[in-house]
């Protein structure tokens, strides 16, 4: 091994080290050390003589190694160790011992200061002999940039790289680029119009060569280490092809959605379809969805109720059906019997009612028959292969309809006289008179789906033997169940399936006075209700459990309540009883609910020894409906409750080629749930007769908007349905429901909230002349490759509602400063006049400094901004209002190039400046000439007095603060926060760009607050920082970093959980951990933790740190 | 014209004091105009402060005994200032140089002598429970109640401590009192500045205390409250202290006490600055009126932590107001204002102030002052 000749230089440093540590003595002591050729001392050590001095005796004798007693490593180090490299001695040879910072600097005892001295000294010496030599490596610098944020700063930084003619990637999260900037109307000191001078930029950047720019985007995901980031960029989807896309705002005329505006900060609204400002850039619109609206995922069949009902909310009731009709047609059918599962879960019901969605839907077909439908333009029939359809019911005519839209020829076969299945025969006329099912299936027919009725199918064979490809059999469960009762059989006892069907098809079923029905359901109101308009005199429900498990519908059975019918719960009959044959009576036996069985509701029963007897003429059962098995063929499976077995995605039956749906798979079901099944069905049969696979991507499963705002909602009543009179329903099966009239239904449809915003009515696909709108446009998720990254995300205003004192909020006319500002802007929501919410004039305007700013109580840190923007207000206002300007402030921070000059100009305009923050704002008058203002009370400090000083308007200057996300982001992109929640620099003073990730810049409001000057100036230092990387083209990488050695590591993999610079992973085929040598930093963490000693710590061995605490102890 | 420079001598002697807040004051002013005392009259703790960064306040002026320690201007100072603990280091040099307003003497001299500022004898501090189903407090006992002195002594808000009590009995709780053991908690005098005598109640306090194993302690008045709580800590030792609405609303959230009977009245509670802005107790008594069937609950006009203070605190009690300055007057206008019945309080000193102001302005027809537990013992009677 090489003999070791170390030499140690003692700097005085002035009368900094020498002022306490006698230098001269550490000097002679080092001499007497082993290894030590050389030891000198010298005033200045960093100066160019005593580099020289280092130089020389490295050359002269041979020196080896190098000590230099002195400042702390991080002034000097760097260099020393090229004073080591210049006279080509490895610059890791050399080691520094602090002897100002940790000795010189913090002890007054100049003896004992030069004891300790010289135990660091000798530490060094033998750590320094421990010392290899290690290489620094370099690594390549990938010369693309990402700018992230588009707001002054970002763009800025990106049109110096782009002019550079290096690619930038320009990522921003709005649809447009401009930041905050965009948002103001004057620029101080110089009054510029911000628009004017940054639209040129924003104009620049949006068609510059070399600027990639991805509006509407954010950045998901970072990894890699300086000169070479991998980073992943979602792109949201905008819905809006941009470049093709002209801006022409026809889309947002006819957008029946509105939400608040961000952009105008909540003061308008705007449509689903907007553009944030007319200077966009892109200038693209863009559409806010949201997801899928509860209505519409509520739906069985998927109808789009906000989209029918936004458009109804704004007159446009036949686009209004339009937009049902893309899914099924039964608007008036629906609109009257549907059991609504859409208002079960509509969020409006969390304010106060959910939203009438049926009534609306069937108001939309009642005004259409009103106003006269137009005959449907029949469908081509594109298609060769011909389906058949077995039973008309809403299942079977659902299935034809999407399938004659799809052009196949479809057939229709139903067994009874008329179309409708239990539409017609099961739902009495007062609640679905029969001509609204008939237009309806009229329209059907008009379409080109073949109707035949009176065709009863037995031989699904035959069907496939006349040429049909596919059969959906949709026959329903239309037999009653039987009760299994002594007596039942007695005449007088009808089944509620049967009377319902005989009443609908116009034969005379006469009744006794007296009716008893028996059951719950649907079924059993209905006929309850038409045994009363057939002239019973008395009514009654005899139902087995309580009220609360009724399956029927809750409003049907209060009518029924209404109209006469007693309804005697918990109560069961157990037999009928005769007299000449004749049904007398009926005795029943009381109920009560035990444990709950398979469907879920509480088992009913018997009390012993509790029978009654109700006297009846006729007794009515309606206690469930099954499938008519033998009308089926007999190689279709069943299941155990007597449905016909299918499988649930695809509704394939056990014979190939056969589909069923509807009541007839699901047991007595509602319309909407056989309408699925057939929709379901003709999905099925299209991908049957085309051999794809059926059951791939199915079912489908719509994501529920998540959060639905609410606020400043207020409460309205549901518009309540107009309704028949008791006295006129006697006798009659006029329609109990009468409907909402125009108004009514606009009004009630107002009340929708649009949880999901964009409703998908696609009136602006309609009107687009450039078919610039792609409402299927999906997220996409881009990958780029960067060498650096400029972070440029911006600033979030200080909500001062918090402040409850200044009654933010509370008060019509106290402001925040943005808001201020867009009052301000003639683009803004009052084109650019000053007034308060009234629309009157403000006569006096106080505008308060320091509001969220310089407070302990929020954020202690000096907006820096806002002294200057309240000068700006006031100019604004004194130039456009004849009001007088107060300003309350505790200092006027007036620094920057004009500011001072500016503040004199105000003065000179007459401005009223007080010196006092503002302790409250009230309306409440201690005199008459405060009646009717708003109070600013603060104490004039400088006269040492109280003010209270009325004025119209309050204008807050509200803080600057972080980003909400910065937390987020800041992790995202291995940042810091300073102690004020703003990005951290590297250094506050001598590096406000950097950051201590190396190629990650901060520039902007993102790293503080700051005024457009130096963020301008920031965002240049930052594009020059990056230009200088891609110049040099390649990044030296410290060797002072952690290394595993292969043969000890167990691969606990615990090094990797610690290291906070993500420079560990694993290698799954060596099944050791692996240390990424570009982003160690060297801190150790892992070689401390490591409990097998597996990992090195170049630069900082055990054996190196052992030495140097041996050397300080001995 | 004489050169103002900072008189050092003064400013260590606010300093050693425990002053040494005023150092972070930079003059906005907020304090001023936060400051209740404008709305009578004027009163700028800011000009208070700059003169004591500079040592130049003028002990022998009235303004150095205006603060009432309501703590609203602390709560909004943007530095964080103690402006209460500066005052309080004023008045404590004032107290050494005996440059103390003869009426408030007379207060701390009987506090001295018989442990109450209202100058009855020691030993008939029990006196106002000796027909009540009270038992003293020996070792073993669970809870001390802490009566105050207020209550103890003045037959006018005597109800409030005995309202407390028939509380405890109905929960069978097992409680007692000190009686003359009992010394004042010393807490309005340490704000007026005699830090000595504090220190020498407390001292006797906490010795009765620890002779008689008390670990918890109920208080009636939201001044012992914070005293035992935030100030007794000081001397090495911690009890557990809850006040009686808050007793009141762990019972009714428990379950444990249920009013019943309805009292149909229109009620605004009062916030007393010790229970509110000292302590962030606001929600707890007004939970308990809540719980009272009948009771419309209304906020005052300045409530919560806006609360207007009565003017009783930090001695102010024991100091004349000229009536055309009294701040009780003002906020008997605001229930009035509301339409309240009755104007709920929690504190002895808001009491008697309110009290006060009620009977010279002549309201006492219509509005009634109740104190909550008062209110919860009226809706639980049969």
Known sequence: MEEKKIGVYVCHCGTNIAGTIDVEAVAEFAKTLGPVAVARDYKFMCSDPGQAMIKDDIRDHGLNRVVVAACSPRMHEPTFRRVCSDARLNPYLFEMANIREHCAWVHEDGGAATEKAKAIVNAAVRKVYLHEPLETREVPVNPNVLVVGGGIAGIQAALEIADSEHKVYLVEREPSIGGHMIQLDKTFPTLDCSACILTPKMSAAGSHPYIELMSYSEVAEVSGYVGNFKVKIRNKPRYVKVDKCTGCGECAKACPVEVPFEFELGLINRTAIYRPFPQAVPTAFVIDKRGYAPCRVACPAGVNAQGYVSLISRGKFKEALGVLRRTMPFAGVCGRVCTHPCELDCERATVDEPVAIRSLKRFMADYELRVGREKATPIEKTK????????????????????????????????????????RYGIPEYRLPQAVLDNEIKYIEELGVEIKTSTPVTDIGQLFAQGYRAIFLATGAGLSQKMGIPGEGIQGVIHALSFLKQVNSGVKVSLGERVAVIGGGNAAVDAARVALRLGAKEVAIVYRRSREEMPAIATEVLEAEREGVNIHFLATPVKALAQDDRLTAIECIRMELGEPDASGRRRPVPIKGSEFTIDVDNVILAIGQTVDKAALPKELTFTGWGTLSVDPVSLHTNIDGVFAGGDVVAGPADAIGAIAAGKEAAISIDRYIRGVDLSEGRPETLKRVEKVAKEGVQRKARAAMPSLGLKKREGSFAEVELGFDEKAAMEEA????????????????????????????????????????????????????????????????????????????AAGPTGGDIMLKNGKQPSAVAILHCVGSRDANYHEYCSRVCCMYALKYSHLIKERTDADVYQMYMDMRCFGKGYEEFYKRLSEEGVNFIRGKVAKVTDRATSDEEKGKLIVVCEDTLLGRIARVPVDMVVLCTALEARADALAVARMFSLSLSADGFFLEKHPKLDPVATMTDGIFVVGCCQGPKDIPDTVAQASGAAARALAMISKGKVEVEAAIAVVDEEICSGCRICELLCTFNAISYNEDKKISVINEALCKGCGVCAAACPSAAITSKHFTAEQIMAEIEGVLV | MKAVAPFKEAIDTVIEAGGDAFKLCYQCGVCSGSCPWNLVRTFLPRKLIRETQFGLVDLESDEIWRCVGCRTCVQRCPRGVELVDIMRAIRRIAVEWRAVPASLRTAMTSMGTVGNPWGEAREKRADWAKDLDVKTFTKGTELLLFPCCTPAYDPRARVMATSVVKILNAMGADFGILGVEESCCGESVRKAGDEALFQSLARDNITAFVENGVKKILTVSPHCYNSFKKEYPEFGLEFEVIHSTQYLAELIEQGRLKPTKELNKRVAYHDSCCLGRYNDIYDEPREVLKSIPGIELVELPDSREESLCCGGCAGRLWLETPKEERLSDIRIEQALEVGADVLALSCPYCFLNLEDSLLTMGKGDVLELKDVTQLVVEAIQE
């Open chain 1, 750 to 825: 107002k009340r929708c909230l649009n949880c999901a915003v964009c409703s998908e009515c696609l009136e602006c696909v309609r009107l687009c002349e450039a078919e610039a709108i792609d409402q299927g446009m999906e997220e996409e998720i881009v990958e780029v490759e960067v060498g650096s990254i400029i972070v440029a995300t911006g600033y979030d205003a200080f909500d001062p509602s918090v402040i409850s004192q200044y009654g933010y909020g509370r008060y019509d006319n106290v402001i925040s400063g943005l808001e201020f500002e867009r009052m301000c802007n």
């Open chain 1, 384 to 423: 060769e292969d011909k389906v058949a359809i077995v039973g008309s019911g809403p299942a079977g005519l659902a299935c034809g309809y999407d399938l004659i839209k799809q052009g196949y020829p479809v057939t229709v076969f139903e067994a009874l006289p008329q179309a409708g299945g239990l539409l």
